[in-house]
């Protein structure tokens, strides 16, 4: 990546504001110089509110890049020709769903902190040691959370831990191993772990803001993807052992959509249409957009008409029906479980966007402990989730397969359209030096043209190809980059 920039901060529009009122902090205008600028505690904050801001903006994305190419969403007739070439499996380094940049530009607010904010307690004698390692350790964790997504869609991607701020050098950045960079990732964040708050004093900050317990959980997350199992339970044991956090009772469901920020969430990147914070999540669900409905599989698993029963996560609180096999997805559009009750006015766009909740580490827990031979364990935690769903309990044969499928199906029951499916399907076919490797192939088939199939089968036996190319104007910018091999033509 070729980088060059004037020596001014990174900007926010002046109307930018991120969740809630009490947070917000406006940067200064643009061309005001570094000296200038990073004088007070108050600036760092600024800063700080405009990753979270920017992060939070990605949210369409996030579930795009989580959902497109498994096996639960499907696309209708007004999704564009970007986001379906991928679900058709034609993909090429000039899809826009190949710019990584906007990953980038949260990095480098991090960065920017991280550099900057020892450099503003010289100058502001406010600002406590308490004060500026708890804003570090959130600049930490936002970095190494935006740098997991890029090693899930990228691979392998330029490992960049210096702000880029000066306006008279280039910098050419090579691609790092994404298993390395994922190792320095949790390097970081176990040594920044310590200075991250407990708690915060609003659910919209405690939920919305770093804290140790969403340490926890991408700690977890990223250990899991090593297949590190110890570690990812050792993590997932801190959150369990903390009381802030509960499964909601089946009844309650829903309210982790809305109105948000349950007791079961850990980590949530807000929205609140009511002061212009608004996510794409609605308007690429919603029935008239047209853009993704759930899948066959997601429809075998929620709706009544194929037998499904799932009474809580499933139909009128997963998907809603409109009419024969004519259904969307309801978590972000709905404002009840109901399937009648529509989010409108400044509501419609307020459904955030989870990124980690208790249900969702307990069943990496579960996956971690099977992966361990740890059997009853990983039954009794998937058969807490069934049972807080009303469904009945699973009686499985001590196998690692078996217990892997059984968690993928309950992972996808539980966590279905939250931008986890290709994730977790991509962690299947990783393991145990891609043991499995035809089964995630089979599913990242099965929707795609008939005529394409055996074509794109034979392909996929290279996991290169399970990762996205960087875009072909990103290779030329930086001559540093070298091409994901599986996309040289």
């Known amino acids: 990546m070729k980088v060059k920039v004037k020596y001014i901060i990174l900007v926010l529009l002046l109307s930018t504001q991120f969740s809630c009122n009490d947070w917000i902090e406006l940067l200064p205008p643009g061309g005001l110089i570094r000296e200038e600028f990073w004088q007070t505690k108050e600036d760092v904050t600024a800063v700080l509110m405009g990753a979270y801001e920017s992060f939070a903006t990605l949210d369409g994305d996030l579930f795009q890049y989580g959902e497109m190419r498994g096996d639960m969403v499907q696309y209708d007739r007004n999704l564009g020709g970007t986001q379906r070439n991928i679900m058709d499996g034609n993909i090429y380094p000039t899809n826009g769903m190949s710019n990584w940049s906007n990953f980038y530009r949260v990095i480098n607010y991090t960065n920017e902190i991280i550099k900057n904010a020892p450099l503003v307690q010289e100058i502001d004698d406010t600002y406590t040691d308490y004060q500026l390692r708890s804003i570090v350790s959130e600049a930490y964790f936002l970095r190494s959370l935006a740098y997991f997504y890029l090693v899930r869609i990228f691979k392998d991607v330029p490992l960049i831990v210096e702000p880029t701020e000066s306006d008279d050098s280039e910098f050419y950045y090579p691609k790092s191993d994404g298993d390395e960079v994922c190792r320095a990732l949790l390097v970081d964040l176990e040594a920044n772990r310590q200075f991250a708050p407990s708690e915060y004093n609003t659910p919209q900050e405690h939920r919305g803001r770093a804290t140790k317990a969403a340490y926890d959980a991408l700690i977890a997350?990223?250990?899991?993807?090593?297949f590190d199992y110890e570690k990812c339970i050792q993590y997932v044991e801190n959150i369990e052992a903390n009381i802030e956090y509960v499964l909601v009772p089946s009844v309650q469901w829903f309210t982790m959509y809305y109105p948000g920020n349950s007791l079961e969430g850990i980590f949530e990147f807000q929205f609140d249409e009511a002061t212009g914070q608004t996510n794409d999540t609605y308007g690429i669900t919603n029935r008239l957009s047209y853009n993704y409905d759930p899948s066959q599989k997601a429809l075998e698993m929620f709706a009544f008409d194929y037998g499904a029963a799932e009474l809580y996560r499933g139909e009128d609180s997963g998907i809603k029906k409109y009419g024969e096999d004519d259904y969307i997805i309801w978590k972000y559009v709905g404002r009840?479980?109901?399937g009648r009750s529509t989010r409108s006015g400044t509501i419609q766009g307020g459904c955030n966007w989870i990124v980690y909740r208790l249900a969702d580490v307990l069943l990496m827990k579960a996956e971690a402990l099977s992966q361990l031979e740890r059997y009853s364990e990983a039954s009794n935690i998937i058969?807490?989730?069934?049972?807080?769903?009303?469904?009945?309990?699973l009686v499985l044969p001590n196998s690692k397969n078996v217990f892997e499928d059984a968690i993928l199906e309950e992972r996808a029951l539980e966590l279905a359209f939250e931008g986890k499916r290709w994730f977790d399907l991509l962690r299947m076919g990783r393991r145990n030096n891609f043991a499995r490797k035809s089964?995630?192939?089979?599913?990242?088939?099965?929707?795609v043209p008939s005529t394409q199939k055996r074509i794109l089968a034979t392909k996929l036996t290279n996991p290169m190809g399970w990762y996205m190319p960087i875009l072909e104007s990103e290779l030329e910018r930086n001559l540093a980059l070298v091409q994901n091999p599986y996309y040289k033509f």
């Open 221 to 226: 997350d990223i250990a899991l993807w090593l």
């Open 336 to 338: 009840a479980p109901d």
């Open 439 to 447: 089964d995630l192939i089979e599913v990242i088939i099965q929707n």
């Open 383 to 393: 058969n807490e989730i069934r049972e807080r769903a009303d469904v009945p309990p």
